[in-house]
């Protein structure tokens, strides 16, 4: 493997991070109407309290998440769309638990969904014990019930675990089946923490553009 020098990588470093950080300031809106309400639909990934409102991994950055999101999965109940709800729910013998802090332990208020989003009518939720949602078999098998499904709009949070992880299971899964569908992630509806040697903004962008680079469209937002 051919060692390339600390000043050559940061200079790369520097100049991907410049075009990734620019082509996200250029995102498009998408307007909610050119999506058909049977064939698509909102999944909103870890708006829980224990994420956005108290605890050990709370951030004020996902708490600011709360009413855009319940506004918009407002509009897609409207519209006719199914939203779907993934909480993170964890039991102390949680494997999880041994990467982070005790977080989001079932029958406490950590591991309930926001409660403007849980307000929304019809809004079906998905208990998560890992950070990738996808993987859920309730999901997969609501999936499998609603094979018309083309469409998953994913906003919530963490942009570089949860929301990456669910994402791009998504999207290789379409694959593998050969569905020309699409996995969409609006940035201003998508955020992940700001802490010691874990640099929101920079994590945004980087997987952001992962994302994109697996097949994932990013937008701005949805009108």
């Not at 407002?74 to 039991?91: N, S």
């Not at 903004?201 to 952001?208: C, I, P």
């Amino acid at each position: 493997m051919t060692v390339i020098s600390h000043d050559i990588l940061l200079q790369q470093a520097d100049s991907w991070l410049s075009d990734a950080a620019a082509a996200q300031v250029a995102l498009p809106d998408l307007p909610l109407g050119s999506f058909a309400p049977a064939s698509t639909a909102l999944c909103i990934l870890d708006m829980v309290n224990g994420f956005a409102v108290s605890g050990a991994l709370a951030s004020p950055r996902v708490g600011a998440l709360i009413e855009p999101i319940a506004a918009l999965a407002r509009r897609c109940r409207e519209a006719g769309m199914p939203v779907l709800a993934f909480a993170d729910t964890h039991t102390p013998e949680s494997p999880e638990l041994s990467s982070y802090p005790p977080h989001c332990l079932r029958g406490t208020a950590e591991a309930e969904v926001c409660a403007p989003i849980a307000a929304v009518p019809g809004l079906v939720t998905f208990e998560k014990n890992s950070t990738n949602g996808f993987l859920e078999d309730p999901f997969r098998r609501w999936l499998e019930d609603n094979p018309g499904i083309r469409t998953l709009i994913a906003v919530g949070d963490c942009t570089d675990i949860c929301v990456y992880q669910f994402a791009v299971a998504a999207k290789a899964y379409f694959n593998t089946r050969n569905h020309d569908a699409r996995v969409i992630v609006p940035t201003a509806l998508t955020d992940t923490f700001d802490a010691p040697g874990h640099p929101a903004d920079l994590l945004n962008t980087v997987f952001g553009r992962s994302m994109q680079d697996n097949g994932v469209e990013l937008c701005r937002q949805i009108l």
